[in-house]
């Protein structure tokens, strides 16, 4: 997997497949592998672009605050280091729905199409947002561990663990080798980011909303908002997946990635 610099970082990526480009943002506090069966089962159709955002897998960290309009930011710098002009089918997962939103503000000349999977366009409550801080410093003074114990209650459906014991697991790695600082710096990010909603509207590609049934971070019906406020959107809810549903259920959400490439 190349490294490549954008400035004061280095980030990591894959690069596979060959076709109109799609770049691939993963959740938070996971890293690229999130897309797995996208990386295997699309190289037909796209050239996939899937980084480790800033402070993730085997990229660079940055610590104290790291704002989802700086992830966007960084992914613009990564394709114009990889001289990427053409305009990209951008897909984000949670987190990276979030900044796809700040991408489509500032970068929405590069977009062609845009996939949104379980994610939000509101902000932060100030109670969730004052949880999340005490999270970030408690992941600093603890470590990884504490992510793992937050977070993998809430990724996926109840019958995911039973049905891919193996892809749970690995996330489970992933999270616990997520580097503190990194991570920390994401959930202050997440904290102080802006209310989303008044974008959607301005939103004029074509566009799949994409959830799990049992999503409890981003709720189907949330989702379903979401989709009513963008012009172009479909609105697809994939059962049977929690909030994971690429990884969860990858031949349906691939099967909606493919025909959005020929929409
Ligand atoms: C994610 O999956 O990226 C996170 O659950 C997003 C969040 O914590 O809001």
Known sequence: ???????DIDLHYVDRGSGPVLLLVHGFPLDHTMWKYQ??????????????????????????????????????ALLDALKITEKVVFCGLSMGGYVAWQFWRKHSSRVAKLIVCDTRGA?????????????????????????????????FAPATAQKRPKDVEAMRQVILSCPP???????????????????????????????????????????????DAISQARFVEIMGAGHMAPLERPDEVNAVIRALLGR
């Open 39 to 76: 990386l295997d089962g699309l190289a037909d159709v796209a050239r996939m672009i899937a980084p480790d955002l800033r402070g993730f897998g085997r990229s660079g960290v940055t610590p104290g605050t790291v704002s989802m309009e700086r992830y966007a930011d960084d992914l613009a």
């Open 123 to 155: 902000p932060d409550t100030p109670e969730a947002a004052k949880t999340r801080l005490a999270t970030a410093e408690r992941v600093e003074k603890t470590g990884a561990r504490a992510l793992a114990e937050l977070m993998m209650g809430k990724l």
């Open 1 to 7: 997997m190349p490294t490549i610099s954008i400035g």
């Open 181 to 227: 600082k990194g991570a920390a710096a994401a959930l202050r990010g997440m904290a102080e980011r802006p209310d989303a909603t008044p974008l959607l509207s301005s939103i004029t590609v074509p566009t799949e909303v994409i959830v799990g049934e049992h999503d409890a971070i981003s709720p189907p019906a949330e989702m379903r908002g979401i989709a």
